[in-house]
């Protein structure tokens, strides 16, 4: 009965460090128009991952969004937009109108994933490895409304988020894509 208790133990032990172990580059997500995306394919950069809405007061920054990328996009940096519906129904629209908004609207060419959910019951696997530290190994960090954004260095690895409120030019993000 020893053995067995200590096999399961064990197990245990193994499945919660593979879990801890995992790395962005673990995930494969879905782009706005429906093609499978491994985020390996980003291996050697920066990536700004943002939750985005086309409904919200904090939209706007889908220019600064834009403006960031066009100035970093050639130093191996990307930033990824999830478009999600979880905060007051902001985002209600098909990844077809959302692509469209944000073509129209903003001129968004960072690449835009399908609309999914980063909070609650539904939360997709790649937030809740950006929100949970016993994921990410790293920080809590639930998701506290659109926009929020989290920094991938170019191993994969968790470095960080910013509020939603924070401009996509704030302090913090612009010395990390800057650093060596």
Do not use: H
Not at 66 to 74: A, G, I, R, V
Not at 95 to 111: D, H, M, Q, R
Not at 138 to 162: R, S, T
Request: aromatic share 14%; glycine share 4%; proline share 5%.
């Amino acid at each position: 009965m020893k053995i067995f208790i200590l096999m399961i133990m064990t197990m245990m032990l193994t499945i919660s460090s593979e879990a801890q172990n995992k790395s962005f580059y673990d995930f494969t997500v879905i782009t706005i128009d429906g093609k499978e995306f491994p985020l390996s394919s980003l291996k050697g950069k920066r990536v700004l991952v943002v939750n985005v809405a086309s409904k919200c007061g904090l939209t706007p920054q889908y220019a600064e969004l834009q403006k960031l990328y066009e100035k970093y996009k050639d130093q191996d940096f990307v930033i990824i937009g999830f478009p999600a519906n979880n905060f007051l129904w902001q985002e209600p629209g098909s990844n077809e109108e959302i692509a469209k908004f944000c073509s129209l609207n903003y001129n968004v060419t960072f690449p835009m994933m399908a609309k999914i959910s980063v909070k609650g019951k539904d939360m997709a696997p790649l937030y809740q490895w950006l929100t949970k530290k016993e994921l990410n190994s790293k920080e809590d960090a639930p998701v506290q409304w659109n926009f929020q954004k989290f920094m991938i260095d170019e191993n994969g690895n968790w470095v960080g988020f910013v509020a939603p409120k924070e401009s996509p030019f704030s302090e913090k993000i612009v010395t990390w894509i800057e650093k060596e």
